[in-house]
């Protein structure tokens, strides 16, 4: 017996074929750069900004499977990188002046204090979960 549910994702060959590769290609870059997983992505949106899909519906947006979404300004943020460039592949990926947000440069200086004065240089361990802390704090 065959399988005989629906492709999913735009007809091959189609405008929106192209424009969901494209998007799903920016999608990636985006997850890279920001060293991310579909799954953490998922996980962010819930927690940070309350916004429910389910875990294919970002990996369909990973894989080019859709050519928008109606998260892409939430997603442009976590994944620090220009929403404009996220949603039409126009512009730059990040603010090519390469400066942080201070909020992003608080953040650093803060790390950078633990790991000098508080916490032991022998203990990873204890660097990574005061790292994840933080980082639920911001995101």
């Known amino acids: 017996m065959g399988d005989k549910r629906k492709p999913r994702g735009p007809k091959p060959g189609t405008e929106n074929w192209t424009r969901a ?3 799903g290609a920016r999608m990636s ?3 890279h750069h920001a060293r991310l997983t579909p ?3 998922h996980r962010r949106l819930a927690h940070v900004h309350g916004i429910h899909v389910s875990r294919s519906t970002v990996y369909d947006a990973c894989n080019g499977l859709v050519a928008r979404t109606r998260f892409t300004m939430e997603i442009a943020e976590i994944c620090g990188v220009n929403t404009r460039w996220l949603a039409t592949g126009e512009g730059y ?3 090519i002046t390469g400066r942080l947000s201070s909020k992003e440069a608080a953040m650093r ?3 950078r204090l633990l790991r000098q ?3 032991p240089p022998n203990r990873a ?3 990574r ?3 994840e802390f933080l980082d639920t704090l911001v995101d």
């Open 39 to 41: 799954a953490d992505l």
């Open 93 to 95: 990926m990040f603010d």
């Open 129 to 131: 979960q005061a790292d």
């Open 21 to 23: 590769e494209a998007f």
């Open 109 to 111: 200086d803060i790390k």
């Open 29 to 31: 870059a985006a997850l």
């Open 117 to 119: 004065h508080i916490i």
């Open 125 to 127: 361990d204890l660097v």
